[in-house]
């Protein structure tokens, strides 16, 4: 007598539901904050390439978003280039202050500290400092942000000498001395280490020598 044969358990179907679709608030990214992703690949772009190879598609491609996310901030390239120059500003501006604060009874150390500190952040972000006072940016009068804010950093080295109206001066010397090593025309030796330190000591001379002029 053949032996039934046991009946095959029978398997269940397994449903696998799949996860929600993650949801992104307004205005967020899987970055973080679109628009300062932005600026940060727009940055890298300045130091490493320049102005001239700037674009909002290398800022969305670096940025990891696609071509038109970028529009959502910046209506151009132009719009790109003066928020990235604008925030530079405002860099600056908070660097020269924090420099200048502690020697507000000490004219002389004063300039001193706070043209150390431009020439820092010059010689840190050439392509931005470039950016900032170059002619990339077309019909820089029509950003408000831009002049006010280098009006700002006029007055904040100029509010720290005895004669405000030195400070046009002061800054000249300051810039001309920052763009001559960016542009590798000045060598103060001793590597980049060396170049805080040393502008010190030119604009502490140059600060001390114009007051025994007025003597």
């Known amino acids: ?18 996860p929600p679709p993650l949801k992104k608030s307004k205005g967020q990214y899987h970055h973080g904050n679109l628009r300062a992703a932005m600026i940060d ?14 674009s ?23 719009a790109l280039l003066a928020t990235v120059a604008g925030d530079g500003f405002r860099m600056l501006l908070e660097e020269l202050k924090s420099a200048g604060v502690p020697y507000e ?11 150390a500190a431009y020439i820092r952040f010059a010689t840190e972000q050439p392509g931005r400092f470039r950016l900032m006072f170059g002619r990339d940016i077309k019909n820089r009068h029509q950003y408000d942000e831009l002049e006010n804010v280098t009006e700002e950093i006029a007055d904040t080295i100029g509010g ?8 046009l001066g002061l800054w000249s010397t300051m810039h001309g001395l920052a763009w001559l090593l960016i542009e590798d025309v000045a ?29």
Request: no cysteine.
């Open 1 to 18: 007598m053949a032996k039934a044969r046991p009946k095959k358990a029978k398997l269940k179907k397994v449903v696998v539901k799949k």
């Open 41 to 54: 690949a727009a940055v890298i772009v300045l130091e490493n390439h320049g102005a001239d190879e700037l």
């Open 56 to 78: 909002l598609r290398e800022s969305a491609r670096r940025a990891g978003v696609s071509q038109t996310a970028p529009y959502r901030h910046f209506k151009n390239k132009q």
């Open 105 to 115: 009874d000490d004219p002389v150390e004063a300039v001193t500290q706070m043209g």
């Open 160 to 167: 720290v000498l005895p004669n405000p109206a030195m400070g």
């Open 187 to 215: 060598d103060m030796g001793g590597g980049k280490g060396a170049v805080t330190s040393r502008a010190e000591i030119v604009l502490r001379s140059l600060v001390t020598g114009l007051e025994g002029l007025g003597t």
